[in-house]
């Protein structure tokens, strides 16, 4: 059973959390969680039982596009790392003291992670997730040099920036912002938008990183199943971005982006072919992060 208030979206944090449990329990893991069993519960080792069984199935012979689904434990232990790594250099290479992870669900860096100074960090959620949270990490105490900061907000509401500056965000600072598994559950209009408003809450220098999948993704015969899965959970993924670099510049971010299994986001865990980005309709995954300008 789901915590008191968790809808669907909400509800794929916990399965996010399983799939860190269980990578922190691998002699070869990418990163050690040591609160996400805890965090996960039955709820998210449930909803990890249900992928686990449908992408093994999947990967068993390619799908009639020639390619089989992806690894969801590896892509989303690549991902982590991949992030941690980031934000990680991120803090250290300006004076950023501002780290914002929106829809933080049951998102950990703020105990687990070793800054490289002193940060404040804003989690935003909504307050049932924020609450679920709370309540498993009694009696835990932040990373050394971390000052915590919970913000109750929708995203996709209007207002959340104001509730973010009342908390003692500044946004004439710079700040480095981590929007993780989160994008493709919100229309290309949302997405558009709560990327500008990220970029109007930015001073020159801050940071972010997100994950978008592209547009064949959504209709691939190679992910059907498992988006079929999502979709039966009340959590269908809905827009895909062939373009993630102009997307983050449309919100003033000079971005980049890579690839799970390309140079530095390989980390020797993935184990499928990387299409090159001018090979057509090919479900794809990005991993993007820019700089405001």
Same mark, same amino acid.
């Given at each position: 059973?789901?915590?008191?208030? &968790?809808?669907?979206?909400?509800?794929?944090? +916990?399965?996010?959390?399983?799939?860190?449990? *269980?990578?922190?329990?691998?002699?070869?893991?990418?990163? !050690?969680?040591?609160?996400? %069993?805890?965090?996960?519960?039955?709820?998210?080792?449930?909803? &990890?039982?249900?992928?686990?069984?449908? #992408?093994?199935? /999947?990967?068993?012979?390619? /799908?009639?596009?020639?390619?089989?689904?992806?690894?969801?434990?590896?892509?989303?232990?690549?991902?982590?790392?991949?992030?941690?790594?980031?934000?990680?250099?991120? $803090?250290?290479?300006?004076? *950023?003291?501002?780290?914002?992870?929106?829809?933080?669900?049951?998102?950990?860096?703020?105990?687990?992670?070793?800054?490289?100074?002193?940060?404040?960090?804003?989690?935003?959620?909504?307050?049932?997730?924020?609450?679920? %949270?709370?309540?498993?990490?009694?009696?835990?105490?932040?990373?050394?040099? *971390?000052?915590?900061? #919970? *913000? !109750?907000?929708?995203?996709?509401?209007?207002?959340?920036?104001?509730?973010?500056? @009342?908390?003692?965000?500044?946004?004439?600072?710079?700040?480095?912002?981590?929007?993780?598994?989160? +994008?493709?559950?919100?229309?290309?209009?949302?997405?558009?938008?709560?990327? =500008?408003?990220?970029?109007?809450?930015?001073?020159?220098?801050?940071?972010?990183?997100?994950?978008?999948?592209?547009?064949?993704?959504? #209709?691939?015969?190679?992910?059907?199943?498992?988006?079929?899965?999502?979709?039966?959970?009340?959590?269908?993924?809905?827009? =895909?971005?062939?373009?993630?670099?102009?997307?983050?510049?449309?919100? =003033?971010? @000079?971005?980049?982006?890579? /690839?799970?299994?390309?140079?530095?986001? !390989?980390?020797?865990?993935?184990?499928?072919?990387?299409?090159?980005?001018?090979?057509?309709?090919?479900?794809? $995954?990005?991993?993007? !992060?820019?700089?405001?300008?």
């Amino acid at each position: 059973m789901s915590p008191s208030g &968790f809808d669907a979206v909400a509800r794929t944090a +916990l399965l996010t959390t399983a799939l860190r449990a *269980v990578e922190s329990s691998r002699p070869d893991r990418l990163y !050690h969680d040591p609160y996400a %069993k805890s965090l996960a519960g039955e709820a998210g080792f449930a909803l &990890f039982d249900e992928v686990a069984a449908t #992408t093994a199935a /999947q990967r068993q012979t390619p /799908q009639p596009d020639g390619l089989r689904l992806p690894n969801t434990a590896d892509y989303n232990a690549i991902r982590t790392r991949f992030i941690d790594d980031w934000a990680i250099a991120a $803090v250290g290479r300006g004076e *950023v003291e501002q780290v914002v992870i929106a829809a933080a669900g049951m998102d950990t860096r703020a105990y687990r992670l070793a800054w490289p100074r002193p940060v404040r960090i804003f989690e935003l959620d909504r307050a049932e997730v924020l609450a679920h %949270k709370e309540a498993a990490l009694a009696g835990q105490d932040a990373a050394s040099g *971390v000052a915590r900061v #919970t *913000v !109750h907000a929708d995203l996709v509401d209007a207002g959340w920036p104001t509730g973010l500056v @009342d908390a003692g965000f500044d946004p004439d600072r710079p700040s480095v912002w981590i929007l993780e598994g989160l +994008l493709y559950y919100l229309a290309e209009q949302e997405v558009r938008r709560l990327l =500008g408003e990220i970029g109007e809450l930015c001073a020159a220098g801050s940071e972010l990183a997100c994950d978008l999948v592209n547009e064949a993704a959504l #209709t691939a015969p190679s992910t059907a199943r498992l988006l079929e899965l999502f979709a039966a959970w009340g959590s269908p993924w809905i827009s =895909g971005c062939d373009e993630p670099e102009k997307l983050l510049r449309a919100a =003033g971010f @000079d971005a980049v982006a890579a /690839q799970p299994g390309e140079p530095g986001a !390989h980390y020797g865990r993935w184990r499928d072919e990387v299409p090159p980005r001018d090979a057509p309709g090919v479900p794809r $995954v990005f991993y993007v !992060h820019g700089i405001r300008a």
